[in-house]
């Protein structure tokens, strides 16, 4: 049918045709024209400019990956995922996961939604191209101050793999958990056997629960679960007519998951999965989406080609699909908490313990108490920081000062740090103790810098009382106190290095007076020793002398002995080159004598050689005198 009615546009030019309303309106036609073909959606200006501005990743990364450890298939969430979602600045994130079928056009409908052509990668081979979660991270689209997370996932079914059904309900159920909006990609015309393609989406109830007990049985779970968007690529029927109206899409869907009468086997797993389909995704859709082209060679390579050679009907009704998506408002969620990208991260950690874990089962509000402790934790750390950023302006600046001062101003910071941290976190912080925990960290951080303060003063203190006493210590190194009378111009000298360190270090911080009275203290001993110094002048010129006596025989000593060394090592020397030289010339004879020795045996070779071919010759010449004598008879 999708040929022939190629083949009629192409013959017929502008083609005017019924269709389905992929939006879910009950319109039957429109008119496309060839001149004013309807194009994929591209970047608007405005987005490029966003996109620039706040350029996220270049292309998709790897979100989670499968590794075998005891011989069990674990989720991991990759190194590089977990570095670029910590790196982004906290804001709401609108997350939308594509599930379904591997072979289905999954990646191609995630590159539209990132609002591009290409990036997820797309195969043309049975197996399944995308392993684990990838994801593409930006600006949003059409909401400013968000970000848009694509998630694509690996597809379900994969028969290469021997565990995919507990595989696939994994990756179900992380994806459920993960998003706000759930796009689970289908192929083909829909009809009732392809409610069965959504069975996993029933057994949700058996591995996620809302309450951390697990006591509710997976009730309440539609409240938490994404909005579910059902495509079906290919697509080339139009909806069924009911009461002598054509249904629309989103009506299909509903005349698709209605109960069936009967009580045998099939129809009561029938009734069952539909229940939980509408149960748990109360707000679901149902859009059909043409083929993009009859031409296999563009079907395969939709990442590469231009939007004009794709149908225009495809085009309508995948820019619908995205739109609505994109303008639909809604953002990740956590027990109605707004998740930031700051977030993802805790609730995605939590989930993928929970999957792994095959004596636990994922939860709502396990996410949640997860999220807030992972925020409220972040925001600890960040308040922390930003009084270590104020203090850094504000406080270290002037020290040293006054303690009292000191200590009012680091007072103001850390309360500015409590205040912002407290109105930040107060939705999940009702009992303050987060606020408590960030007020006693910051308490030990009052008391270190109240003691750098302390430190800060005594390094100055010393400094000034050390430039203050500079002309007396150099007078005391060069001996000017030392003669009659000197401790009296030590005194005075002395005096007046108090009173210039006084009116230096005023208002220097605690260690004021604390350094003057160890100054004192240790310089006491200094005024003693000069006083001395004119007493003990001559006894120890005489020991500067014997001591200069006995190291010049020490040195004369040393260097006699250090002479008797190098003759020592010089006859050394000379006796191991003689043996040297003489082992040469043995070894050189030795030589000689084995050439000597070859050089014979290889000419006696020669001439034992040079005989036998002289017998030989002998004997071919007797035996050709031989055969020509018998050769006569």
């Known amino acids: 049918e999708a040929r022939q009615i190629a083949e009629k546009e192409k013959k017929s030019g502008p083609l005017r045709d019924k269709t389905m309303d992929t939006s879910g309106s009950s319109g039957d036609e429109v008119q496309v024209s060839s001149a004013k073909r309807p194009r994929l959606p591209q970047p608007s200006k405005g987005d490029n400019d966003l996109m620039a501005q706040g350029k996220i990743m270049d292309g998709p990364i790897q979100l989670t990956s499968t590794r075998l450890v005891n011989n069990r298939k674990l989720i991991v969430l990759t190194p590089e995922a977990e570095r670029i979602l910590s790196s982004l600045p906290p804001r709401s994130v609108d997350v939308v996961a594509v599930v379904g079928p591997m072979r289905k056009g999954k990646s191609q409908m995630s590159n539209l939604l990132c609002k591009r052509k290409s990036g997820f990668p797309l195969g043309d081979t049975l197996d399944s191209t995308t392993k684990g979660f990838w994801f593409w991270i930006g600006p949003h689209p059409s909401q400013a101050g968000r970000y848009h997370m694509v998630i694509d996932t690996e597809g379900l079914g994969d028969c290469a793999d021997e565990e995919q059904n507990e595989k696939d309900i994994k990756h179900l159920v992380l994806a459920n958990l993960m998003s706000n909006h759930l796009v689970f990609n289908l192929q083909g015309n829909p009809d009732q056997g392809f409610v069965s393609q959504l069975r996993l989406m029933g057994d949700l109830a058996e591995h996620v629960r809302v309450q951390t007990d697990g006591r509710d049985g997976g009730n309440d779970l539609g409240k938490h679960l994404p909005e579910l968007w059902v495509t079906v690529q290919d697509a080339t029927l139009k909806p069924p007519e009911r009461n002598g109206r054509r249904l629309t899409p989103d009506e299909y869907l509903e005349d698709m998951l209605t109960r069936k009468d009967g009580f045998t086997k099939a129809i009561r797993a029938h009734n069952d999965m539909t229940d939980a389909v509408k149960n748990f995704f109360p707000k679901r859709h149902l859009r059909l989406i043409p083929p993009p082209s009859i031409d296999s060679d563009v079907l395969s390579k939709l990442d590469k080609v231009n939007d004009c050679v794709l149908e225009p009907k495809y085009r309508n009704a995948v820019g619908n699909v995205i739109q609505e998506v994109w303008n639909s408002g809604l953002v990740k969620k956590v027990n109605g908490d707004v998740i930031k990208t700051t977030g993802l991260l805790h609730i995605l950690g939590y989930y993928i313990k929970a999957i792994n874990d095959p004596n636990a089962m994922p939860s709502v509000l396990g996410a949640h108490e997860a999220m807030v402790e992972g925020e409220c934790r972040r925001a600890l750390e960040a308040h922390m920081q930003q009084f270590k950023e104020t203090v850094d302006k504000t406080v270290k600046p002037l020290m040293p000062t006054d303690e009292g001062i000191c200590n009012r101003n680091i007072s103001a910071a850390l309360e500015s740090a409590v205040s912002n941290m407290s109105a930040e976190v107060k939705q999940w912080d009702k009992q303050g103790a987060w606020k408590r925990r960030l ?127 190098r003759i020592a090592r010089a006859e050394a020397a000379r006796e191991a080159e003689a043996k040297r030289r003489a082992e040469a010339e043995r070894a050189a004879e030795a030589a000689k004598r084995r050439a000597a020795e070859e050089e014979a ?32 008879f």
């Open 601 to 632: 045996k290889r000419r006696a070779a020669e001439a034992e050689a040079a005989r036998q071919a002289q017998r030989a010759a002998e004997e071919r010449a007797r035996r050709k005198r031989k055969r020509k004598f018998l050769g006569i």
């Open 439 to 565: 007020q006693e960290n910051l308490k030990t951080d009052r008391r270190a810098l109240l003691q750098l303060n302390r430190s800060k003063s005594r390094e100055l203190c010393d400094e000034i009382i050390q430039q203050a006493d500079r002309s007396v210590r150099q007078n005391v190194g060069r001996g000017v106190y030392n003669r009659i009378g000197g401790f009296s111009a030590y005194k005075r000298d002395m005096e007046a290095v108090y009173n210039t360190y006084r009116e230096r270090a005023a208002g220097k911080g605690p260690a004021v007076e604390l350094v003057l009275q160890s100054f004192c203290t240790s310089k006491s001993t200094r005024g003693d020793t000069i006083k001395d110094t004119e007493q003990k002048l001559i006894a120890e010129d005489r020991r500067v002398k014997e001591e200069q006596r006995k190291k010049e025989e020490a040195k004369a000593a040393a260097a006699r002995a250090a002479e008797n060394e």
